[in-house]
């Protein structure tokens, strides 16, 4: 299926991951002004990477383990304006940790994070949302090798992986800058959380939050302001 935003078009029935309201929410909220080397990692259809290369005049370098995704984020990226400044690579985040020559401005992922939930038929599909192949704190150790001094690292994780993630990045000395607390809808309570990290620790740690329905499940306001520059259009 093929989704058009504003300014591209996503295939992305042959990516384990496919569009969905995380990687739109990490995409529209990632502050990417003045940055010149961004890396996403798992990008999957490559829907977040193309986000960022439309808001920044930056390079984007997109990785992920699974061939087909790399594939068709490579044909998305070739079929957009910015395809001179995005490149996917098949690689694991060690692998581009271990052999990447440059530092980066920012780095992103909409990780996997399912290790409860039931295993899906598709075990492409369960190796990206799993975490048999991935680790938070394999996570950080890359994003410590690879960040620029003042960079900053985003991230979005279902709310009750919040408090360990904060702590494992404090492990690796990294401060929480900034918070969006998703609901998604106004009787709900959080259920995802939009994070960044920088080394640099800030004097107050911002914290928002964003609810993205209302009851009669039309989007509202502050959801179609966050995303205005990306959808076509929203009920």
Same mark, same amino acid.
């Given at each position: ?121 598709? =075990? #492409?599909? !369960? ?13 950080? $150790?890359? +994003?410590?090798? *690879? ?39 106004? =009787? #709900?309570? !959080? ?13 107050? $740690?911002? +914290?928002?939050? *964003? ?25």
């Amino acid at each position: 299926m093929t989704f058009r935003f504003r300014e591209f078009s996503v295939e992305d029935d042959r990516s384990t991951m496919r569009i969905g309201t995380d990687a739109i929410l990490l995409g529209a909220w990632i502050d990417a002004s003045g940055a010149e080397k961004i890396l996403d990692i798992g990008t999957g259809c490559g829907v977040i990477a193309l986000m960022i290369a439309q808001k920044s005049n930056a390079q984007v370098d997109a990785i992920d383990i699974n061939q087909e995704s790399v594939d068709q984020a490579r044909l998305n990226f070739d079929n957009s304006p910015w395809k001179d400044r995005l490149t996917a690579w098949h690689r694991s985040f060690r692998e581009h940790a271990a052999s990447a020559v440059t530092k980066y401005d920012i780095i992103l992922t909409n990780p996997p994070y399912f290790r409860n939930s039931l295993r899906s038929a598709d =075990t #492409k599909r !369960n190796l990206a949302r799993h975490h048999e192949s991935f680790s938070f704190d394999g996570l950080f $150790e890359a +994003v410590n090798t *690879l960040l620029k001094e003042k960079g900053s690292f985003y991230l979005i994780l279902p709310e009750t992986n919040t408090k360990s993630v904060r702590e494992l990045g404090i492990d690796y000395q990294f401060s929480l800058n900034k918070i969006l607390k998703i609901r998604p809808k106004e =009787t #709900k309570n !959080n259920n995802r959380v939009l994070m960044k990290f920088c080394r640099i620790k800030p004097e107050q $740690e911002t +914290v928002d939050e *964003l609810v993205l329905r209302h009851s009669d499940n039309s989007f509202t306001r502050e959801y179609k302001e966050l995303t205005a520059n990306f959808y076509l259009s929203l009920p």
